[in-house]
C-alpha cells in the first residue's frame, strides 16, 4: 500500500555503493522494507552511518499501486536489491546525488572536512577564515581540504554524527581594534589536542550509545 503519513514511522538505513550508511524513517509495509533493502536501526547504530542532511542522499524508487504512489530510499547493495526492485516493476532514480566542491585559492571559499565517527563532515569555509586560521593551525585541527577525489565519501549537514565545535579569540582583528573570535569544527582525533588558545564551545554530537565511538 501507498506511504501513509498516520502510519507508525520507525528508524531504518540503507547503504550506499561507497560503504555510507544513510539512515532516515519510514512508514512502508513490512513487505516492501525487505524488497526495498530497509534495514531496522539497531540499537548500536554502525559504523559510517549518518541522519540527515543533504548530500549524498540516495536513490528513490516508487511503484504505482492501486492504492496510489509508493516511494522510498533504496539499498545499493547488494545488487540484488535494486535488479529486483526492477522485475517487480519498481521505477529506480538513475544515481545518488552528491554536492559539488569549492576549490582554488582565489575561491571566496573553499570545501573542507573533518572527520568524525569515521564519516567526512564537509562544510564551505569562507578563503578570509582559512587565512586567519592559518593552514598549519587547520592541519592541528584535523580540518582537510576537499578535493575531487573525495566528493563521494563527504557528507553534507548531517544532524548526527555532528563534530565538534572550538574557538579562538583574536586580540588584533584584520581592521585593527576591538577583538573578535573565530569558531570552526575540529576533528574528532584532535579534541583532546587543541592548538594553543583554541578551546571546545560545543561537544560532538552522536548517536546513543556512542560514548567510546572511535574517531
Known amino acids: 500500500m501507498p506511504n501513509n503519513k498516520y502510519n507508525p514511522r520507525d528508524e531504518v538505513y540503507v547503504t550506499l555503493a561507497n560503504?555510507?550508511?544513510?539512515?532516515?524513517?519510514?512508514?512502508v509495509d513490512t513487505e516492501e522494507r525487505v524488497a526495498l533493502g530497509l534495514t531496522p536501526l539497531p540499537a548500536t547504530v554502525p559504523a559510517n552511518a549518518f541522519k540527515g542532511g543533504n548530500s549524498p542522499t540516495p536513490r528513490r524508487a516508487r511503484r504505482l499501486t492501486a492504492d496510489g504512489w509508493n516511494s522510498s530510499y533504496v539499498s545499493e547493495t547488494p545488487e540484488t536489491v535494486i535488479a529486483g526492485?526492477?522485475?517487480?516493476?519498481?521505477?529506480i532514480q538513475k544515481a545518488v546525488k552528491y554536492q559539488g566542491i569549492i576549490t582554488?585559492?582565489?575561491?571566496?571559499?573553499?570545501?573542507v572536512y573533518v572527520t568524525?565517527?569515521?564519516?567526512?563532515?564537509a562544510w564551505n569555509?569562507?578563503?578570509?577564515?582559512?587565512?586567519?586560521?592559518?593552514?598549519?593551525?587547520?592541519?592541528?585541527?584535523g580540518?582537510?581540504?576537499?578535493?575531487?577525489?573525495?566528493?563521494?565519501t563527504l557528507v553534507w549537514g548531517a544532524s548526527v554524527p555532528k563534530p565538534a565545535k572550538v574557538q579562538?579569540?583574536?586580540?588584533?582583528?584584520?581592521?585593527?581594534?576591538?577583538s573578535d573570535s573565530l569558531s570552526t569544527y575540529v576533528s574528532q582525533a584532535q579534541?583532546?589536542?587543541?592548538?594553543?588558545?583554541?578551546?571546545?564551545?560545543?561537544?560532538?554530537?552522536?548517536?546513543p550509545g556512542d560514548v567510546a565511538a572511535t574517531p
Open 19 to 27: 560503504g555510507l550508511i544513510y539512515i532516515f524513517e519510514t512508514n
Open 104 to 111: 582554488g585559492s582565489t575561491s571566496r571559499a573553499v570545501t
Open 143 to 152: 580540518i582537510q581540504v576537499a578535493t575531487a577525489a573525495d566528493i563521494p
Open 125 to 141: 569555509m569562507p578563503s578570509e577564515t582559512r587565512a586567519a586560521i592559518t593552514d598549519a593551525t587547520m592541519t592541528a585541527l
Open 191 to 207: 579534541e583532546d589536542n587543541l592548538p594553543a588558545g583554541y578551546k571546545l564551545i560545543r561537544p560532538r554530537l552522536m548517536f
Open 85 to 91: 526492485l526492477k522485475t517487480a516493476g519498481w521505477q
Open 116 to 121: 568524525v565517527r569515521g564519516i567526512k563532515y
Open 168 to 178: 579562538f579569540r583574536r586580540t588584533t582583528t584584520p581592521l585593527g581594534g576591538t
